[in-house]
């Protein structure tokens, strides 16, 4: 699942790089500063990848995962706008004030 090289034997964590625009494995990873995502996180982004939305809106996620997938959508979006979005900020103003 890494995009710089193959696949490791066995299933891992690993980061993600906006600029690589995917996941990274963890030898790649190594030094780099990039957003880990652990193993059950990145078995939701498979499902996400792989089911549409009256399946995925059915979806229930821990915290922990939930904030890994936002966190890594938000620095891809501003990675490839290359500026903050206004709207992601509104939205987690919400979120924050809604709780
Ligand atoms: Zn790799």
Same mark, same amino acid.
């Given at each position: 699942?890494?995009?710089?090289?193959?696949?490791?034997?066995?299933?891992?964590?690993?980061?993600?790089?906006?600029?690589?625009?995917?996941?990274?494995?963890?030898?790649?990873?190594?030094?780099?500063?990039?957003?880990?995502?652990?193993?059950?996180?990145?078995? %939701? $982004?498979?499902?996400?990848?792989?089911?549409? $939305?009256?399946? %995925?809106?059915?979806?229930?996620?821990?915290?922990?995962?939930?904030?890994?997938?936002?966190?890594?959508?938000?620095?891809?979006?501003?990675?490839?706008?290359?500026?903050?979005?206004?709207?992601?900020?509104?939205?987690?103003?919400?979120?924050?004030?809604?709780?």
């Amino acid at each position: 699942m890494c995009a710089l090289r193959p696949p490791p034997p066995e299933p891992t964590d690993h980061a993600f790089s906006p600029a690589e625009g995917g996941l990274i494995c963890p030898p790649c990873a190594s030094g780099a500063e990039l957003l880990p995502l652990a193993l059950p996180t990145l078995k %939701v $982004w498979r499902f996400l990848l792989g089911e549409t $939305w009256p399946t %995925v809106r059915r979806l229930r996620l821990d915290a922990h995962t939930h904030r890994q997938l936002t966190t890594c959508l938000h620095l891809y979006t501003t990675y490839l706008l290359e500026r903050e979005l206004r709207s992601a900020q509104f939205l987690r103003e919400i979120l924050t004030h809604s709780r």
